[in-house]
Nanobody, 114 residues
Framework: QVQLAESGGGLVQTGGSLRLSCAAS????????AGWYRQASGKQRELVAA???????NYADSVKGRFTISRDNAKNTVHLQMNDLKPEDTAVYYC????????WGQGTQVTVSS
């Protein structure tokens, strides 16, 4: 059974930085697309950033230039470096990994205060 362990969330002031990490335990045959999603209170879940196996990335317009997604295929890990955080970034962030199936983390809270 594949399990995802997330870390790095927390409370930070406007302009601060956080680094989210997601590591898979269990057997993943071949990691394809990896991504981070977020869901703010009362809002729909949205894609924040994604990275393909060959390193291609895409970002939500609201985070371009501030967030960076990266991955380590050998270790089946993915990271999200978040800089210049804003209150509107406050949300629960979810890791998503894909091989033949899709796996989701339990979510980690990121709160950005004024």
């Amino acid at each position: 059974q594949v399990q995802l362990a997330e870390s790095g969330g927390g409370l930070v002031q406007t302009g601060g930085s956080l680094r989210l990490s997601c590591a898979a335990s269990g057997r993943i045959i071949r990691l394809n697309t990896a991504g981070w999603y977020r869901q703010a209170s009362g809002k729909q879940r949205e894609l924040v950033a994604a990275v393909t196996r060959d390193g291609r990335t895409n970002y939500a317009d609201s985070v371009k230039g501030r967030f960076t997604i990266s991955r380590d295929n050998a270790k089946n890990t993915v990271h999200l470096q978040m800089n210049d955080l804003k209150p509107e970034d406050t949300a629960v962030y979810y890791c998503n990994l894909e091989d033949l199936f899709q796996y989701w983390g339990q979510g980690t809270q990121v709160t950005v205060s004024s």
